[in-house]
């Protein structure tokens, strides 16, 4: 049975180009969550999807940051301009209701904006 | 807001002995989830605990939640290497799951 799909895996990029981050959630899970993970910052909640829905999107940093979830076993990430201080790995993550169940996260991109 | 911190952050260990990790939620909680995180790796599902008082083991490990729902431990017997990793804990907040900052854990062979 497969994960949460994510890719691409590692992606560098320079300064002020649009980066995409996609994710194929686990089949049948309704929630689908996107975190950013620094050393400075921890584990940080971005945005998470409820029947592809956007429910929260308060952790969004700003607005070069945009997420759309067009179906049910697909998630875009997108930012748009990149910027050095985006640098981090971005995990997705899914899960089936109810709300605080037990999450499953994908092994994540690596970002790195030069 | 609502906060769910760990402590320590860092712990460095012998092979064989004992660690322990706390979490602390400002608010009670509902639940608590623990998660595992291997270096380069993603965050893994442990365990969950509902009860007030609950005590959980999965092999060397035993996780607890206290009774007033507001805090958790982690406790691991005897480290092995393979322990190595950051140790979450999370809980319901408002419409969301709060994660700790996390406790990694270091053992030296």
């Known amino acids: 049975d497969a994960g949460v799909i994510q890719s691409p895996r590692h992606e560098v990029t320079e300064m002020g180009q649009e980066v995409t981050l996609r994710c194929k959630p686990i089949?049948?899970?309704?929630?689908l969550f996107w975190y950013r993970q620094t050393m400075m910052r921890g584990l940080e909640l971005l945005i998470y999807f409820n029947n592809n829905v956007p429910i929260d999107d308060s952790g969004m940093p700003e607005d070069r940051f945009s997420a759309k979830m067009p179906n049910a076993s697909f998630s875009t990430l997108k930012i748009q301009p990149s910027e050095p201080r985006d640098s981090a790995v971005y995990f997705c993550a899914s899960s089936s209701g109810p709300k605080y169940n037990e999450q499953f996260f994908g092994p994540g991109t690596r970002l790195t904006v030069l | 807001g609502q906060q769910v911190m760990q402590i320590p952050q860092y712990q460095h260990v012998q092979e064989g002995e004992d660690f322990t990790t706390y979490c602390n939620s400002s608010t009670t909680l509902s639940n608590i989830q623990w998660y595992k995180q291997r270096p380069g790796g993603h965050p893994v599902f442990l365990i969950q605990l509902v009860k007030s008082g609950e005590v959980k083991k999965q092999k060397r490990l035993t996780f607890q939640f206290g009774e007033a729902k507001k805090n958790s431990s982690l406790h691991i017997t005897a480290t092995q290497t393979t322990d190595v990793g950051t140790y979450f804990c999370a809980g319901p907040g408002t419409g969301k799951l709060i994660f700790g900052q996390g406790t990694t854990l270091q053992v030296k062979p």
């Open positions: 089949s049948g899970h309704d929630y």
